[in-house]
């Protein structure tokens, strides 16, 4: 699969960060369905993806489910939240789409590391940087961009997506019926 946020995810001054985790953390393979996070509930732990997919998911008052972002393969996942303000519950369940292969490490661990020197200390606001640069960008993609160009934009990010999830998953995320999506794939293969 290809990167999905790769913007941030690859950001030169991150790799000192991805290289601790990889080299002090704790390997697992989350199977397809099983949750690193729960909303609701602190995470004391962020991760950097080897191989696979998680999806993050949040539950509304009323009791439904909006899937609001997904991260790839050598991306970082966790909860920004509750590594910027700890004991934080989760505002997402993050989940595995398929079978994932991971690297975790626990926030107080990269707390520490961070703490450091003043290198790793930029390395965490170089971290939230690009975490709310990524976000204020789908924020603005949202108010912007058509639901066909938001569509075409996660296909060119990860044209094997479709493979993972399913159509109502990727309207769910577009803010959109799962119709819209039809129609805008009928359009596309005219």
């Known amino acids: 699969m290809e990167d999905f946020n790769s913007q941030y995810a690859n950001h030169s001054k991150l790799e000192q960060l991805k290289l601790f985790i990889l080299e002090h953390g704790t390997y697992i393979e989350l199977?397809?369905?099983e949750?690193?996070?729960i909303q609701g509930k602190v995470n004391h732990r962020g991760a950097y993806i080897e191989h696979g997919l998680l999806r993050y998911t949040r539950v509304d008052e009323k009791g439904n489910i909006h899937i609001v972002g997904y991260t790839f393969s050598g991306e970082f996942a966790g909860s920004l939240c509750t590594l910027i303000?700890?004991?934080q519950p989760s505002l997402v369940?993050?989940?595995?789409v398929?079978?994932?292969k991971i690297c975790y490490m626990s926030y107080s661990?990269?707390?520490e590391f961070f703490a450091a020197n003043v290198e790793t200390m930029q390395l965490k606001c170089t971290l939230?940087?690009?975490s709310y640069l990524l976000m204020y960008h789908r924020l603005m993609d949202m108010y912007c961009k058509t639901t066909a160009e938001l569509y075409l934009d996660l296909l060119n990010r990860c044209p094997n997506i479709?493979?993972?999830i399913t159509l109502k998953e990727i309207a769910s995320f577009l803010q959109v019926t799962p119709e819209t999506i039809s129609r805008i794939r009928r359009g596309l293969n005219k």
């Open 31 to 33: 199977k397809k369905g």
């Open 35 to 37: 949750r690193f996070t």
């Open 85 to 87: 303000k700890p004991n």
């Open 93 to 96: 369940t993050i989940e595995a």
């Open 98 to 100: 398929c079978d994932t």
């Open 109 to 111: 661990k990269v707390e």
């Open 128 to 130: 939230v940087e690009q």
């Open 162 to 164: 479709q493979e993972y």
